[in-house]
Protein backbone atom coordinates (compact mmCIF):
# COMPACT_ATOMS: atom_id res chain seq x y z
CA UNK A 1 0.00 0.00 0.00
CA UNK A 2 1.21 3.55 -0.75
CA UNK A 3 0.90 6.49 1.20
CA UNK A 4 1.96 10.06 -0.17
CA UNK A 5 1.95 13.65 1.00
CA UNK A 6 3.13 16.23 -1.33
CA UNK A 7 2.98 19.47 1.61
CA UNK A 8 5.65 20.09 4.03
CA UNK A 9 9.55 20.91 3.97
CA UNK A 10 11.42 22.30 6.47
CA UNK A 11 8.58 22.64 9.54
CA UNK A 12 9.06 20.61 12.57
CA UNK A 13 5.49 20.32 13.12
CA UNK A 14 2.95 20.04 10.29
CA UNK A 15 -0.47 20.31 11.31
CA UNK A 16 -2.32 19.78 7.89
CA UNK A 17 -0.44 16.50 7.72
CA UNK A 18 -1.27 15.53 11.42
CA UNK A 19 -5.19 15.94 9.94
CA UNK A 20 -4.18 13.61 7.06
CA UNK A 21 -2.47 11.28 9.09
CA UNK A 22 -5.84 10.69 11.14
CA UNK A 23 -7.05 9.93 7.49
CA UNK A 24 -4.09 8.29 6.64
CA UNK A 25 -4.06 5.90 9.75
CA UNK A 26 -7.59 4.56 9.35
CA UNK A 27 -6.84 3.64 5.76
CA UNK A 28 -4.22 1.34 7.21
CA UNK A 29 -5.80 0.07 9.88
CA UNK A 30 -8.59 -1.42 7.37
CA UNK A 31 -6.28 -2.24 4.71
CA UNK A 32 -4.02 -4.47 7.67
CA UNK A 33 -7.56 -6.64 8.45
CA UNK A 34 -7.76 -7.77 5.06
CA UNK A 35 -4.23 -8.11 4.29
CA UNK A 36 -2.13 -8.84 7.53
CA UNK A 37 1.16 -9.10 5.95
CA UNK A 38 0.37 -5.57 3.97
CA UNK A 39 3.29 -3.58 3.63
CA UNK A 40 3.38 0.21 3.59
CA UNK A 41 4.92 2.81 1.99
CA UNK A 42 5.03 6.32 2.45
CA UNK A 43 5.96 9.10 0.37
CA UNK A 44 6.33 12.50 1.60
CA UNK A 45 8.34 15.56 0.00
CA UNK A 46 9.97 16.39 3.08
CA UNK A 47 12.18 13.90 5.88
CA UNK A 48 11.60 13.15 8.76
CA UNK A 49 13.36 15.08 11.91
CA UNK A 50 16.53 13.22 13.44
CA UNK A 51 17.79 11.23 10.58
CA UNK A 52 20.85 11.26 8.12
CA UNK A 53 18.09 12.56 5.78
CA UNK A 54 17.60 15.91 6.88
CA UNK A 55 20.62 17.10 8.52
CA UNK A 56 22.02 20.11 6.87
CA UNK A 57 25.48 21.97 8.04
CA UNK A 58 24.68 20.63 12.11
CA UNK A 59 20.74 20.83 12.47
CA UNK A 60 18.28 18.94 11.49
CA UNK A 61 15.26 20.40 9.62
CA UNK A 62 12.65 17.62 9.27
CA UNK A 63 9.35 17.04 10.24
CA UNK A 64 8.84 15.65 13.83
CA UNK A 65 5.00 14.30 12.75
CA UNK A 66 6.31 12.04 9.63
CA UNK A 67 8.71 10.36 12.51
CA UNK A 68 5.39 10.05 15.19
CA UNK A 69 3.33 8.84 12.05
CA UNK A 70 6.13 6.44 10.72
CA UNK A 71 6.56 4.76 14.54
CA UNK A 72 2.87 4.43 15.34
CA UNK A 73 1.76 3.17 12.03
CA UNK A 74 4.70 0.55 11.27
CA UNK A 75 5.54 1.96 8.05
CA UNK A 76 8.20 -0.47 6.27
CA UNK A 77 9.60 1.97 3.83
CA UNK A 78 9.29 6.11 3.47
CA UNK A 79 10.94 8.02 0.82
CA UNK A 80 11.32 11.52 0.83
CA UNK A 81 13.10 14.11 -0.86
CA UNK A 82 13.47 17.95 -0.66
CA UNK A 83 17.18 18.30 1.09
CA UNK A 84 19.42 17.57 -2.48
CA UNK A 85 22.01 17.40 0.05
CA UNK A 86 20.87 14.29 1.10
CA UNK A 87 20.23 12.80 -1.85
CA UNK A 88 21.09 9.01 -2.11
CA UNK A 89 21.13 8.63 1.95
CA UNK A 90 19.07 6.13 3.49
CA UNK A 91 18.22 5.96 7.43
CA UNK A 92 15.87 3.64 9.66
CA UNK A 93 13.75 4.86 12.56
CA UNK A 94 13.42 1.62 14.14
CA UNK A 95 12.47 -1.07 11.48
CA UNK A 96 11.70 1.50 8.80
CA UNK A 97 13.92 1.69 6.11
CA UNK A 98 13.94 5.82 5.12
CA UNK A 99 15.32 6.65 2.12
CA UNK A 100 15.73 9.67 -0.49
CA UNK A 101 16.53 8.29 -3.51
CA UNK A 102 17.31 11.72 -5.39
CA UNK A 103 16.73 12.81 -8.52
CA UNK A 104 17.96 9.68 -10.40
CA UNK A 105 16.24 7.58 -8.19
CA UNK A 106 16.94 4.41 -7.18
CA UNK A 107 16.40 0.45 -7.92
CA UNK A 108 15.04 -1.58 -4.74
CA UNK A 109 14.94 -5.01 -4.70
CA UNK A 110 12.67 -7.74 -2.44
Keep these: MFIGYGGGGFALKDPIFQKQAKVFKKAIEVARKKIPNLKIVFVAHGPPYG ?46 LIVNPGHYGMVFET
Design 51 to 96: TKLDKVIDSHVGCKDYVDFVKKNKIDIMFCGHIHECEGKQDKIGNT
